[in-house]
């Protein structure tokens, strides 16, 4: 089992940046740069969605959402994904979580709490 932890979560204004971290660890059978990981995010009441993910070879996917505001990127030399968030708006107010899948393992982080309001 790989362990994540997410960190960057807070509060802050319409139109303001934030940039969430993603640390795995405790990778057995491989290491941290074949793994596919994604960010996802669930708000009160709705369905956990997809943010934005990026694959073991660097293709990244995001969310119509979110397009032209976020970015994923990975530092496999650091263990390490980012989601760098810009022109946040209230709609972005979400847990988020981080999760790591290659071949049948599936692993999520606990989640960070994120709050757009003024």
């Known amino acids: 089992q790989v362990q994540l932890v997410e960190s960057g979560g807070g509060l802050v204004q319409p139109g303001g940046s934030l940039r969430l971290s993603c640390a795995a660890s405790?990778?057995?059978?491989?290491?941290?740069?074949?793994?596919?990981v994604g960010w996802y995010r669930q708000a009160p009441g709705k369905q956990r969605e997809l943010v934005a993910d990026?694959?073991?070879?660097?293709?990244?996917n995001y969310a119509d959402s979110v397009k032209g505001r976020f970015t994923i990127s990975r530092d496999n030399a650091k263990n390490t994904v980012a989601l760098q968030m810009n022109r946040l708006k209230p709609e972005d107010t979400a847990v988020y979580y981080c999760?790591?899948?290659?071949?049948?393992?599936?692993?999520w982080g606990q989640g960070t709490q994120v709050t757009v309001s003024s």
């Open positions: 999760r790591a899948r290659r071949r049948v393992a599936d692993s």
């Open positions: 405790g990778i057995i059978f491989s290491i941290f740069s074949n793994y596919d």
């Open positions: 990026i694959t073991s070879s660097g293709s990244t």
